[in-house]
Nanobody, 120 residues
Framework: QVQLVESGGGLVQPGGSLRLSCAAT????????MGWYRQAPGKQRELVAV???????NYTDSVKGRFSISRDNAKNTVYLQMNSLKSEDTSVYYC??????????????WGQGTQVTVSS
């Protein structure tokens, strides 16, 4: 069974940095796109960044120049380096992956979410 396990959230002061990690576990043939989403209280979940298997990336405008997404295909892991954090970045961050696993159709999987709080 495929699971996405996130780590790295926490409390940070404005201007600080955090690095999120998300590892896909289980038996996996291939992982296609991987991404990070976030959802603040009372708001819809939004795409933060996405990375293809070939490492092409795309970011939502509000994080361009501050966040960087990367992946390690050998470890089935995606990272989100967040710099110059602002209070408006406070959200629960969710990892997402498009996975092809044995005996299953290609499907979307989600992590459990990790809280990022930016506050002084």
């Amino acid at each position: 069974q495929v699971q996405l396990v996130e780590s790295g959230g926490g409390l940070v002061q404005p201007g600080g940095s955090l690095r999120l990690s998300c590892a896909a576990t289980g038996t996996i043939f291939k992982i296609y796109n991987m991404g990070w989403y976030r959802q603040a209280p009372g708001k819809q979940r939004e795409l933060v960044a996405v990375i293809t298997r070939g490492s092409s990336t795309n970011y939502t405008d509000s994080v361009k120049g501050r966040f960087s997404i990367s992946r390690d295909n050998a470890k089935n892991t995606v990272y989100l380096q967040m710099n110059s954090l602002k209070s408006e970045d406070t959200s629960v961050y969710y990892c997402n992956a498009d996975v092809w696993a044995p005996g299953r159709a290609r499907d979307d999987y989600w992590g459990q979410g990790t809280q990022v709080t930016v506050s002084s």
